[in-house]
């Protein structure tokens, strides 16, 4: 008997096993379907766009992102990426009025700028400048009022100009002291603005008092004197000009368009004479005067008093005939023109009178130019 039930227990044990091995298994996990198209590529030969759209299949809720819509392989405009169009150059004059601007209602900056080889703090200083250079300082307290070496000035212009390469080379490239001293006095006042004066000028008024006070500073944007108005019919002989404009000392807010366009001019010679070889000493196609000394200064001045841009012309241009025999000052508009007493007095030619009379607000010694020249002068 005990070796029937063992029988039966044993069948019973191996028909239990029979059974679940031969029973129905658990489906399979739901994986999405792919055609063969979206199999999955490496790095290496990644499609351009996703080949998948909508929703990914199956129900699971952690991929709800959902896909941009397939482009489409003939559309060239949306699978190729498009160019970035380069701005255009903009031209000298257009960089000069982007980087300074001109604010005619903006206040004249309290600045006062002069170059020498020398500070006044320096021994090498020369005593006979001394006094006038003093002047500026002691006629405008609260001004700033700097006296930058030719170094010094490098790296100023180096500051200023980085954006306007072309200026900085040009600025760079001059071969002669008097030229960059020249340069610097438009590159100063059109970047800073202010007043420029040479070393060699002793202020003899404020410069507050130039300009009667009815008259607003807000519809001033650039004083000058006159230096030569030789009523004479050998004039050519002495002069470049019939009227000549002083540039010993110029005051102007930043930005003021004369200011551009004489730098720009310019930047233009100096460059074209370099590229043809021929910016050396004594090789110039220009002389100082009308490469960048008082010529080309007045021609600024007058250019931009007949420019339509700036004025509204009406009759014949503005020419020397309306500043010849002045003895007050007269503006024109945002500029104002001093008389040759202003700037020169005591010359005792071409109507200046002396130092003491109400009119006279600068004197100049012309010593700091002359001194400065070695085998170019001015004439």
Not at 180 to 203: E, H, Q, S, V, W
């Given at each position: 008997?005990?070796?029937?039930?063992?029988?039966?227990v044993?069948?019973?044990?191996?028909?239990?096993?029979?059974?679940?091995?031969?029973?129905?298994?658990?489906?399979?996990?739901?994986?999405?379907?792919?055609?063969?198209?979206?199999?999955?590529?490496?790095?290496?030969?990644?499609?351009?766009?996703?080949?998948?759209?909508?929703?990914?299949?199956?129900?699971?809720?952690?991929?709800?992102?959902?896909?941009?819509?397939?482009?489409?392989?003939?559309?060239?405009?949306?699978?190729?990426?498009?160019?970035?169009?380069?701005?255009?150059?903009?031209?000298?004059?257009?960089?000069?009025?982007?980087?300074?601007?001109?604010?005619?209602?903006?206040?004249?900056?309290?600045?006062?700028?002069?170059?020498?080889?020398?500070?006044?703090?320096?021994?090498?200083?020369?005593?006979?400048?001394?006094?006038?250079?003093?002047?500026?300082?002691?006629?405008?307290?609260g001004?700033?009022?700097?006296?930058?070496?030719?170094?010094?000035?490098?790296?100023?212009?180096?500051?200023?100009?980085?954006?306007?390469?072309?200026?900085?080379?040009?600025?760079?490239?001059?071969?002669?002291?008097?030229?960059?001293?020249d340069?610097?006095?438009?590159?100063?006042?059109?970047?800073?603005?202010?007043?420029?004066?040479?070393?060699?000028?002793?202020?003899?008024?404020?410069?507050?008092?130039?300009?009667?006070?009815?008259?607003?500073?807000?519809?001033?944007?650039?004083?000058?004197?006159?230096?030569?108005?030789?009523?004479?019919?050998?004039?050519?002989?002495?002069?470049?000009?019939?009227?000549?404009f002083?540039?010993?000392?110029?005051?102007?807010?930043?930005?003021?368009?004369?200011?551009?366009?004489?730098?720009?001019?310019?930047?233009?010679?100096?460059?074209?004479?370099?590229?043809?070889?021929?910016?050396?000493?004594?090789?110039?196609?220009?002389s100082?005067?009308?490469?960048?000394?008082?010529?080309v200064?007045?021609?600024a001045?007058?250019?931009?008093?007949?420019?339509?841009?700036?004025?509204?012309?009406?009759?014949?241009?503005?020419?020397?005939?309306?500043?010849?025999?002045?003895?007050?000052?007269?503006?024109?508009?945002?500029?104002?023109?001093?008389?040759?007493?202003?700037?020169?007095?005591?010359v005792?030619?071409m109507?200046?009178?002396?130092?003491?009379?109400?009119?006279?607000?600068?004197?100049?010694?012309?010593?700091?130019?002359?001194?400065?020249?070695?085998?170019?002068?001015h004439?």
């Amino acid at each position: 008997m005990p070796n029937y039930r063992r029988a039966l227990v044993l069948a019973v044990f191996i028909l239990t096993a029979l059974y679940l091995l031969s029973g129905p298994r658990s489906p399979p996990p739901i994986t999405s379907q792919r055609r063969p198209t979206d199999t999955p590529k490496s790095d290496g030969d990644a499609a351009p766009y996703p080949m998948s759209t909508g929703r990914p299949n199956g129900p699971s809720k952690q991929e709800t992102r959902l896909y941009p819509p397939p482009r489409q392989r003939g559309d060239k405009t949306s699978s190729s990426q498009q160019p970035i169009t380069q701005p255009l150059p903009k031209s000298l004059r257009e960089q000069l009025q982007y980087q300074f601007p001109y604010d005619l209602e903006g206040k004249f900056p309290a600045y006062i700028w002069q170059t020498w080889k020398y500070t006044p703090a320096s021994g090498e200083f020369a005593d006979n400048f001394r006094a006038a250079e003093a002047s500026w300082t002691e006629k405008h307290p609260g001004f700033v009022h700097e006296v930058l070496t030719d170094q010094a000035a490098v790296y100023l212009m180096r500051h200023l100009y980085a954006s306007v390469p072309d200026v900085l080379e040009a600025y760079n490239s001059l071969p002669v002291p008097v030229l960059k001293a020249d340069f610097f006095r438009y590159l100063i006042l059109l970047a800073r603005g202010g007043i420029y004066t040479d070393i060699d000028t002793t202020a003899l008024v404020s410069t507050t008092d130039w300009i009667p006070e009815e008259v607003p500073r807000s519809t001033i944007g650039l004083i000058v004197g006159i230096e030569a108005d030789p009523n004479r019919t050998d004039w050519r002989d002495w002069y470049s000009r019939r009227i000549q404009f002083c540039q010993w000392t110029i005051q102007a807010k930043p930005g003021h368009p004369v200011l551009r366009d004489i730098v720009a001019t310019i930047t233009e010679d100096i460059l074209r004479m370099k590229k043809k070889g021929i910016l050396k000493n004594g090789k110039m196609d220009k002389s100082i005067v009308e490469f960048t000394g008082p010529a080309v200064w007045t021609d600024a001045i007058f250019n931009y008093l007949n420019d339509p841009t700036y004025f509204k012309m009406e009759g014949k241009n503005i020419t020397w005939e309306a500043f010849t025999g002045m003895e007050i000052a007269k503006k024109v508009g945002d500029v104002v023109v001093l008389p040759i007493t202003s700037f020169s007095p005591g010359v005792q030619q071409m109507g200046s009178k002396e130092p003491d009379d109400p009119m006279a607000f600068v004197k100049h010694d012309f010593e700091g130019k002359l001194l400065d020249v070695d085998p170019i002068q001015h004439n």
